[in-house]
């Protein structure tokens, strides 16, 4: 409690305030996201795409969390992970179109109510093949 008074005391000698010498400059500096670092990991990156994040943050010296705002932040690179679905066939296609014009023939004719449609496990199908269930 002592040593406490003491360095308050001090400070307030030393400054004429009591307030806390680091105000103003808390937290810690982002100092590794700078334009050479950001070239070394382009440059990387370009020379072979296939690296991981570690090996590349043990290539630069940096820290894995550095390279990963790198790359995402500065670079708008994103980590990704290869699906694959099943092909649907041609036939199954025409059929689901030939079903779909019928659903919109009949809503337009209102002899379909919308509000009749239960959908129980929901899908998202994008137009590049990618299914989000």
């Known amino acids: 409690m002592q040593k406490s008074f003491a360095r308050l005391f001090a400070r307030f000698e030393r400054t004429c305030s009591v ?3 680091r ?3 808390v937290g810690p500096r ?6 050479e670092n950001v070239a070394k990991v382009s440059g990387i990156v370009q020379q072979n795409q296939r ?5 590349i943050a043990s290539e630069t010296g940096l ?11 500065r ?4 980590p990704y992970k290869i699906q694959s679905h099943q092909a649907i066939p041609i036939k199954a296609v025409r059929q689901r179109f030939d079903f779909e014009n019928e659903i919109l023939t009949m809503i337009a004719n209102e002899g379909f109510d919308i509000g009749c449609i239960w959908l129980t496990d929901e899908a998202h199908f ?3 093949g990618f299914v989000n269930k």
């Open 126 to 128: 994008h137009l590049n």
């Open 23 to 25: 105000v103003g400059n």
């Open 30 to 35: 982002q100092t590794v996201v700078t334009p």
């Open 51 to 55: 690296y991981t994040v570690r090996r």
């Open 63 to 73: 820290k894995r969390s550095s390279t990963q705002k790198i790359l995402r932040n």
């Open 75 to 78: 670079l708008q690179m994103f």
């Open 19 to 21: 307030d806390d010498n």
